[in-house]
């Protein structure tokens, strides 16, 4: 089907991938958990997750939906196999995980409420074929979030020529693999494009003041250095930003697009 930039089995250092997904999902999980809310996720939901990774925002999708069900659809075999296992409870109507791309989902027609897809669309070459598959399973009146991020949303301030070195060499490693690291300006357009309505983008920030700066370097650049494979000396580079972010000399800002709509 389509491989796309994020080979889970090819990434080299697997344990930390599986634990910078972990942060990632945990430092945010309550400001999260009302985004969901906000963009329609009810609590009897049949609800879809495209690209579940290991699990741990499918167990945040449980939680908020424990009356319905939930299909977590991911391609890596190892990722797929984790899922049951980080999901502490599942949905009364059942948790269903499918080894499978969002390209081609293994679901018929209307059958899901609301999908979320997060961090994904970075990485699929045809990020616009998964928008149509999910337009297709969704019932009317269903719901799609898209959560991504954008490049032009990173900031540090002073700038690092390391970070620029880091982002212009992984955009352009990612971008020959069939992802696209500037994805977030483009999800309305590929929601409208797919047929969706009421289609409204926002753009939540996460700065070095918010979050401890350990997980948002690794939100912000540890899957970058794994694409690197050690180009950079990426623990030197943490080392000296630290320094700097706590004694207030350093700012570090990004930005993460939140895009939804409707089927009409
Ligand atoms: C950065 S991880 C994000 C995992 C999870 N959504 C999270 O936020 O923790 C990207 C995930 O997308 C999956 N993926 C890549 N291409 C995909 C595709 N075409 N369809 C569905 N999932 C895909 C990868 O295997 C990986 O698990």
């Known amino acids: 089907m389509t491989t ?4 889970f089995e090819q990434l080299g250092d697997a344990s930390f991938q599986t634990e910078r997904l972990y942060q990632q999902s945990q430092a945010i999980r309550g400001m999260e958990a009302g985004i969901l809310r906000a963009s329609g996720l009810g609590p009897a939901h049949d609800v879809l997750e495209v690209g579940s990774g290991p699990g741990f925002v499918s167990d945040l999708l449980a939680e908020l939906a424990p009356e319905g069900s939930l299909h977590a659809v991911e391609p890596s075999p190892t990722l797929a196999a984790q899922i049951r296992d980080n999901v502490r409870q599942a949905p009364a109507r059942g948790l269903f995980v499918h080894q499978a791309f969002g390209n ?3 679901l018929g027609d209307a059958q899901i409420d609301f999908a979320y897809a997060r961090f994904v669309l970075q990485h699929v070459p045809t990020p616009q074929s998964v928008v149509r598959e999910v337009h297709r399973v969704l019932r009317p009146g269903g719901r799609f979030c898209a959560v991504d ?3 032009g949303l990173v900031i540090f301030h002073p700038q690092e020529p390391r970070v620029e070195q880091l982002l212009r060499d992984a955009q352009s490693i990612q ?8 994805i977030g300006r ?3 357009a590929m929601l409208a494009d797919a047929g969706f309505v009421n289609v409204r983008s926002r753009v939540l920030s996460l700065t070095s003041s918010e ?3 350990q997980v948002l370097f690794n939100i912000l650049l540890g899957y970058k250095a794994a694409l690197l494979g050690g180009a950079v000396d990426v623990r030197a580079l943490h ?3 630290a320094e700097r972010v ?5 700012l570090v800002a990004a930005g993460v697009f939140i895009v939804s709509g409707e089927k009409a």
């Open 4 to 7: 796309g930039s994020y080979r």
């Open 104 to 106: 081609a989902l293994p």
């Open 149 to 151: 991020s954008d490049d």
């Open 175 to 182: 971008a020959g693999q069939g992802g696209d690291r500037f």
């Open 186 to 188: 483009k999800l309305q």
């Open 211 to 213: 979050l401890p700066f």
């Open 239 to 241: 080392q000296d930003l």
């Open 246 to 250: 706590a004694t207030g000399r350093q």
